[in-house]
T-cell receptor
Framework: AQSVSQHNHHVILSEAASLELGCNYS??????LFWYVQYPGQHLQLLLK??????LVKGIKGFEAEFIKSKFSFNLRKPSVQWSDTAEYFC?????????FGTGTRLLVSP | DTAVSQTPKYLVTQMGNDKSIKCEQN?????MYWYKQDSKKFLKIMFS???????INETVPNRFSPKSPDKAHLNLHINSLELGDSAVYFC?????????????FGPGTRLLVL
């Protein structure tokens, strides 16, 4: 069965700092990868997704993620975070019929 | 113009009670889901329905019974509530339920069992 690991449970950054959130998955077959974000008090929404092609995927709000197949990773990056990026970030993978989420990373950006 | 809506937003109840959570999507999607997010923010799928038919049932206790009267609605009924049922329950939908599809989530229902 597939699984997703997010090793950073809590990340605290100052505004303008660069962000990288780790995501590793375990699944032997073809995967589809997602990053979802949950802003305080709001529902989950899609940041970006990877299915095939260019392993560097650009999403909304300046986020990007790189799929490295050899490392089973799909890390999320942003060159310069803003206070409004404070949220919970979830990596997810589909391999067989369902979406499996990681445990999430809580990002706090201080002004 | 809410895409996926859930009611109620908050639900506080006593152990042993029976309660329902409703979900509706106006996106015209064929597939709907229920997820449970526990206190550690771990989000796990419970059920998925495609065109009113059960597709995924992730070994959820029989006390949980999803009902889909039509493809725009997927309600969750919980019998004999237990303390461990306290969580946030998210409804979601996608076009056809395929692996590459984006899922659209509702705002969540915060259930607290006392």
């Amino acid at each position: 069965a597939q699984s997703v690991s997010q090793h950073n449970h809590h990340v605290i950054l100052s505004e303008a700092a660069s962000l990288e959130l780790g995501c590793n998955y375990s699944y032997g077959g073809t995967v589809n990868l997602f990053w979802y974000v949950q802003y305080p008090g709001q529902h989950l929404q899609l940041l970006l997704k990877y299915f095939s092609g260019d392993p560097l995927v650009k999403g909304i709000k300046g986020f990007e993620a790189e799929f490295i197949k050899s490392k089973f990773s799909f890390n999320l990056r942003k060159p310069s975070v803003q206070w409004s990026d404070t949220a919970e970030y979830f990596c997810a993978v589909t391999g067989f019929q369902k979406l499996v989420f990681g445990t999430g990373t809580r990002l706090l950006v201080s002004p | 113009d809410t895409a996926v809506s859930q009611t109620p937003k908050y639900l506080v109840t006593q152990m042993g009670n029976d309660k329902s959570i409703k979900c509706e999507q106006n996106l015209g999607h064929d597939t709907m889901y229920w997820y449970k997010q526990d206190s550690k923010k771990f989000l796990k799928i419970m059920f998925s329905y495609n065109n009113k038919e059960l597709i995924i049932n992730e070994t959820v206790p029989n006390r949980f019974s999803p009902k889909s009267p039509d493809k725009a609605h997927l309600n969750l009924h919980i019998n004999s509530l237990e303390l461990g049922d306290s969580a946030v329950y998210f409804c979601a939908s996608s076009q056809e339920g395929g692996f590459q599809e984006t899922q659209y989530f509702g705002p969540g229902t915060r259930l607290l069992v006392l």
